[in-house]
């Protein structure tokens, strides 16, 4: 022990650690004493450049302003950066956009969407009075600043301050062309940041002019059209080369707000903003008030488009899906114009629109109901009609494809269906009695209960109790296993939304869209196949070579319930048209099948109907969710869904409900005296042999077509209609596509 501990090793520690301590306290010394000596040698320099009086205040001014530019510099880069990103792409200027032109399902031009460059009319031959009133409204000062009108802004801001809102615009030409070309419209600060980094970019990489140009040919000018010389073809049938100063004042004021301003909707809203334009003119000096003293006097007057109302909400959709379906098709595709053949039926749509129109006329007052939206689709999925709001001018909003709605009582068959699943049958008794989970009690319609019956008769009265313990029985005694099952059944119909899961589930509480439970309901009289609504049926290019046909490429049908469920489904669903709480909406001749839906405080209304040929629904209520006067699924949304529909099976080979006869009954009478006006009759179309058979040859055509592809000329983008439009000569290749699916002119085929 003493060879490994020695007894001197505590006076050796002790050293060790004086000298350690010694070490440490000379190098804090020696640092000390180097930092001081060099201070004092840097001072000594530094000296050299004192300076007093005005020059210390310059070099202190040059030295802030030099902290304050650097930093400035990088916040700006950081700013910029985002803004530059978006212009990556070198061949932004050559760069097409989508442009769409839709036909209806008879091969008719119904509208287009997107932008369709069109540089046929040089700067130079757009009259000097569109220039002016264009100038003098959107930014007097173009020619003089950098794309960014400091003066304008700082005037904009002032005025908009004492007028306690936005009464007045800052934004340079040049930033709403660097908006139009890169940015979208939500109104946010980030946005308004990237505008302005991309106007000065623009300025540096563009003439005025060629900024000008650009402006005038890509801007939206309501109406589908895009540039102010398809605006002039739109609004006044003449090219942008011959409009007058009064016709050139209404299109420079459809620049501001082109919906709110359109002559084709708003006539005098129209004419008013001309007049201002005029105002601007005078104030900016580019005219005299003598000068357009003429075109106050004698005011543009567009051409009459009342009777032309365009399947808008139908066509915005389609475009949503032509622009989805775009980046499916081949990579070495750069095709950017296309023609696009729906499955829109302009008759039915405007009788859908007028039906809509007519309800909330009628009866909107009286129900404190102030919108609508409807959708018609074929049982394959093809959509007919949409209505997704009341007025597209005044909203271009569509209710039928985002507006999320709880769906009431109409999300019942989905609970129902799950129970046929899992082992009830349609004359399975059960109860109406007071349930609750938790601290949720559900009621009934009426407040009252009615004891046993079958689930048939729970279903046409549409007993809320019963849809409660049924998502208890589904899940064998536990509540939330139930409701999965459902949720899980209603997305394998189709049903697209989440559905969180919540004890009120079962009775419609969770928010659905109008399109996804329509293609749902189809489900039914599909016998278990769920289809994929939608609107494009076949793509072409400009020059006519079909690229994409709904029934080769598009999804394909799968089943979500079994053929016995869905047979039973609908027999169920037959009785709550014919004796349950949507007797409004029988048919005469047809049998029709549906349920009804009412939620919390009438707040909104929904029937839900098909036949063996359509499948349809119709919601009423309000946009800010306000209560209405007790409306219910079974008065006004059954009373507008038997008026489109009794139009829709007019002319047409009438197929029947699987399992269902069409019932014999009286003529329906409809309470209260309430009565949808009726719609004209319809005019006589191809049955659906005749259509298979043009089908069939339009396809062989298009082989033939294709094969011959070398050979054939290429068709100009300018007669891009050519390939599908109506023509009298029955033998050409076009004339066999135009007819598919559209009326004979005598007789029925």
Known sequence: MRDLFPEDWKPKLKRAMLAIDAWVDFSVFRSASGSREGYERFSTF??????????????????????????????????????????????????????????????????SRGIRHNDSIPLDQFPDNLIKAVLATEDRRFYEHFGIDIGGTLRAVVTNARAGGVVQGGSSLSQQLAKNLFLSNERTLDRKIKEAFLAMWLEARLTKNEILKLYLDRAYMGGGAFGVDAAAQYYFNKSARDVNLAEGAMLAGLFKAPTKFAPHVNLPAARARANVVLDNLVEAGFMTEGQVFGARRHPATPVDRRDERAANYYLDWAFDQMKQLVDTLPKSMTERVFIVRTALDTGLQKVADAAVENSLRQYGQEYHASQANTVIMENDGAVRAMVGGRDYGASQFNRATDAMRQPGSSFKPYVYAAALEHGFKPNSIVVDAPICLGNWCPRNYGGNFRGSMTLSQALTHSINTVAVRLSVAIGDGNPRLGRNRIVKLAHDMGIVTPLPDTPSLPIGADAVTMLEHVGAYATFPNLGIAVKPHAILEVRTGDGNLVWRFDRDGPKPKRALPASVAADMIKMMTNVVESGTARRARLDGVAAAGKTGTTNESRDAWFMGYTGNYTGGVWFGNDDYTPTNRMTGGSLPAMTWQAIMAYAHQGIEIKQLPGVSVPARPEVKVASGKQIEQPPPRPTILSKRGAEILVRVERMLDDANRAMTPLRPTVSTDKKNQALAPTDDANKPNAVASALDSPPRSGRN
């Open 46 to 111: 530094m000296d050299r450049f004192h300076t007093a009086g005005w020059r210390r205040w310059a070099v202190e001014l040059t030295s802030e302003g030099a902290t304050l530019g650097c930093a400035g510099g990088v916040l700006l880069l950081a700013l910029a950066t985002p803004a530059f990103q978006l212009t990556a792409d070198g061949d932004w200027l050559k760069k097409s956009e989508l442009a769409v032109t839709f036909l209806d399902r008879y091969g008719n031009e119904v509208g």
